[in-house]
C-alpha cells in the first residue's frame, strides 16, 4: 500500500535551515506529482509547492520563493524540502503528500505523517 | 481565495449538517474536501466538487453551485466528528479553505 514516511522532528534556531525528507513506496515514485504542506499551530494549511518526481521539475508558492527548494532521489524513492532563513513564523508540521492521480496531480490524496519544526 | 464557513458546528450523531466554501472568482469543478483529525493528517474526502474518493462512506457528499460549494454529511456517526477544510486546485498557489470544527 502507498506509504509516505518523513524524518523527525526538528528543533531549530532562527536564520537556520531546515530539511526535511519523505521517502515514499507501494506505488511507482515517478508517476504523480508529490507535494510539501505545511499546517501552521492555528490550524491554517498552506500549500509550499510541488515537485515532479519523474524530471525533477518544480513549482514553488511565490511566499517561499527564494527560501525553499525541492529536490528528489529516485534510487531511494525519496523527496526533500529545504527551507532556509526560518523565522518563529515557521513553526508548523510539515506534510508531503502525493497527486491522488495523474490527472487529479495537485489534490493530495496520500500524506506522510508529518514532521513538526519548531524555530525557537 | 476560500471562504468557508460556518467556523464551527455543533450537530448529534444522526444529523445532517452541511459546510460551505464560497469561491472569489469561478474554479470550476477544480475543488476538493478534507477531513482532519487532531494530531493526524488530513484524509481526502471529495474531490471535483463531488467525486467521491475510494473508500470514504456515501454520507459524505460534495456539490457545486457556481463558485459555492457544500460537503454535506448525512446521519453523522460519532467519527465524522472532526475538522474539515476546502482546496482549491484552479490557481496557483493552490489554497485552503480555514477550516470547520465539527463538534
Known amino acids: 500500500q502507498v506509504q509516505l514516511v518523513q524524518s523527525g522532528a526538528e528543533v531549530k534556531k532562527p536564520g537556520a535551515s531546515v530539511e526535511i525528507s519523505c521517502k515514499a513506496s507501494g506505488y511507482s515514485f515517478t508517476t504523480f506529482d508529490m507535494h510539501w504542506l505545511r499546517q501552521l499551530p492555528g490550524q491554517e494549511i498552506e500549500w509550499m509547492g510541488k515537485?515532479?518526481?519523474?524530471?525533477?521539475?518544480?513549482n514553488y508558492a511565490q511566499k517561499f520563493q527564494g527560501r525553499v527548494t525541492m529536490t528528489r532521489d529516485r534510487s531511494t524513492n525519496t523527496i526533500y524540502v529545504e527551507l532556509r532563513s526560518l523565522e518563529s513564523e515557521d513553526t508548523a508540521v510539515y506534510y508531503c503528500?502525493?497527486?491522488?492521480?495523474?490527472?487529479?496531480?495537485?489534490?493530495?490524496?496520500?500524506w506522510g505523517q508529518g514532521t513538526l519544526v519548531t524555530v525557537s | 481565495q476560500l471562504t468557508q464557513s460556518p467556523a464551527s458546528l455543533s450537530a448529534s450523531v444522526g444529523d445532517t449538517v452541511t459546510v460551505t466554501c464560497q469561491a472569489s472568482q469561478g474554479i470550476n469543478d477544480l475543488l476538493a474536501w478534507f477531513q482532519q483529525k487532531p494530531g493526524r493528517a488530513p484524509k481526502l474526502l471529495i474531490y471535483a466538487a463531488s467525486t467521491l474518493e475510494s473508500g470514504v462512506p456515501s454520507r459524505f457528499s460534495g456539490r457545486r453551485s457556481g463558485t459555492d460549494f457544500t460537503l454535506t454529511i448525512s446521519s453523522l456517526q460519532p467519527d465524522d466528528f472532526a475538522t474539515y477544510y476546502c482546496q482549491q486546485v484552479h490557481t496557483f498557489p493552490i489554497t485552503f479553505g480555514q477550516g470547520t470544527r465539527l463538534e
Open positions: 503528500a502525493r497527486g491522488q492521480s495523474t490527472v487529479w496531480h495537485n489534490v493530495p490524496s496520500y
Open positions: 515537485i515532479s518526481p519523474s524530471g525533477g521539475g518544480t
